[in-house]
């Protein structure tokens, strides 16, 4: 379950540590060229804070601190790109569909059979689908293997077809 501490004066949400599970530079090199570069982008939650400064050597401007998504009000910002905690999809979506902001979200694959994802964001989600398993990096390093595979799932994100295939 999450917690919830206090640093710097600013709530901050922890997760299970099965959730601490971080997106190489590599993913999110493979999703920049759908990105716009003149937008905000929010990274919302911190973990080892790798996921902001990739995007922004990428070139993006973002907003990434260490605050807690589900109830500290929102930065100003035009999109939301992340790899959510997995043990709060259900949160994370109904989050969003309060915010009604455009996103992609890197999620497991097997979320789009998910009734809170259906109950939120019925026929209104597009999809990116990555060229290969991505392997995530746990305490500094990259993990050799993944045993499931995940996708982009997007919302008011306008790209160019419903599915794409990185």
């Known amino acids: 379950m999450a917690g919830l501490t206090l640093r710097g004066g600013k709530r901050m949400i922890q997760f299970n540590n099965d959730d601490d599970w971080n997106t190489p530079k590599s993913v999110w090199e493979s999703i920049a060229h759908l990105l716009p570069k003149d937008k905000v982008i929010w990274e919302c939650f911190y973990s080892n804070g790798k996921s902001g400064e990739y995007l922004t050597e990428l070139g993006f401007n973002v907003e990434h601190h ?19 905690p997995y043990t709060s999809k259900s949160r ?75």
């Open 66 to 84: 260490k605050i807690d998504f589900f109830e500290d009000p929102p930065f100003d910002y035009d999109l939301l790109v992340e790899n959510p």
């Open 92 to 166: 994370t979506f109904k989050r969003l569909r309060e915010l009604d902001i455009p996103f992609m979200l890197l999620v497991p694959v097997a979320t789009v059979t998910k009734q809170f994802l259906k109950k939120h964001f019925i026929n209104q989600l597009q999809m990116v689908i990555p060229s290969k398993r991505i392997h995530f990096v746990r305490g500094g390093e990259q993990s050799k293997s993944s045993w499931f595979d995940v996708v982009w799932l997007c919302y008011k994100m306008n790209l160019e077809r419903d599915i794409t295939y990185l």
